[in-house]
């Protein structure tokens, strides 16, 4: 089955400087990669997701970009601010599987 | 009214209670969704309700049962729990596709001594 590899676990940038997730997935027949983020004790929220159609996708500060050849997507944040610092989540989803495989969690620390 | 609400925020149960999670979304989404979430974990799928029918069933225990009276309200009824089912139960509905653009609930913490 879909398996989703996220790394690092723990990143922790300077205010300011950019932070930059990683995921790798194995089923190529995976179509739609979304971006959850998760405060402490709150809700998991998407911040952003792109289709398998779609090389690269940007709101404001986030960015996501996939390479569907080398099988990994990525979530790039610039100008950290404090109320980035979260539990990153990115999710794949296998086409007709009906169901989100998450990768493990990133915890991203801003500095002041 | 864009929040999925989910009642208790909190449950402590035995092993030998039955107890209801509930969850109410006004968004007209179709597709709603139950998570189980361990600490410092991702959630783990559990079940997805599709226009009101079950599509998945992520071979969950028979003590977890899904019910979904409507297209706003979805119900997690639990019975003879254990205590490693003790974690964060999340409830989550989608305007589109299933499994795409997931609004998630705030949660039951649930605690099973």
């Known amino acids: 089955g879909e398996n989703v590899e996220q790394h690092p676990s723990t990143l922790s940038v300077q205010e300011g400087d950019s932070a930059v997730i990683k995921c790798t997935y194995s089923d190529s027949a995976s179509n739609y990669f979304p971006w959850y983020k998760q405060e402490l004790g709150k809700r998991p929220q998407l911040i952003i997701d792109?289709?398998?159609?779609?090389g690269e996708k940007k709101d404001q500060r986030i960015a996501v970009t996939l390479n569907k050849t080398a099988k990994h997507f990525s979530l790039h944040i610039t100008e950290t601010q404090p109320e980035d610092s979260a539990v990153y989540f990115c999710?794949?989803?296998?086409?007709?599987?009906?169901?989100?495989?998450f990768g493990q969690g990133t915890r991203l620390t801003i500095n002041p | 009214d864009t929040e999925v609400t989910q009642t208790p925020k909190h449950l402590v149960m035995g092993m030998t209670n039955k107890k209801s999670l509930k969850c109410e979304q006004h968004m007209g989404h179709r597709a709603m969704y139950w998570y189980k979430q361990k600490a410092k974990k991702p959630p783990e799928l559990m079940f997805v309700y599709s226009y009101e029918k079950l599509s998945i069933n992520e071979s969950v225990p028979s003590r977890f049962s899904p019910e979904c009276p409507n297209s706003s309200l979805l119900n997690l009824h639990l019975h003879a729990l254990q205590p490693e089912d003790s974690a964060l139960y999340l409830c989550a509905s989608s305007p589109m596709g299933v499994n795409e653009k997931l609004f998630f609930g705030s949660g039951t913490q649930l605690s099973v001594l």
């Open positions: 792109i289709r398998s159609n779609v």
């Open positions: 999710a794949a989803r296998i086409q007709g599987a009906q169901k989100l495989v």
